[in-house]
């Protein structure tokens, strides 16, 4: 089972929070803002992504915050 959560617009115009798999909502939030940070939340504690859709339901952006099989380089 994935840890994911996505964050997607509803018809009713709240952003709600759907962990990947799951047929029901998490959460329902008035801003798309308050969605991620709940979001952001579950992932954290599960070692899963964010995955925010657009309103118009396309995927434009994620954050990950499990294990990272490509974690960035260090600059030094």
């Known amino acids: 089972m994935s840890n994911h959560q996505h964050v ?4 009713d115009g709240t952003w709600a929070v759907l962990g990947e ?4 909502d998490t959460s329902r939030h008035d801003t798309q803002a308050q969605a991620i940070d709940r ?3 579950i992932a954290k504690n599960q ?3 964010v995955i925010t859709h657009g309103r118009d339901g396309r995927i434009r952006h994620r954050d990950s915050y499990g294990n990272d ?3 960035p380089r260090d600059k030094r």
Do not use: H, I, L, M
């Open 8 to 11: 997607v617009k509803r018809e």
């Open 21 to 24: 798999g799951n047929t029901r």
């Open 39 to 41: 979001a952001r939340e």
């Open 47 to 49: 070692g899963g992504d």
């Open 69 to 71: 099989p490509f974690p």
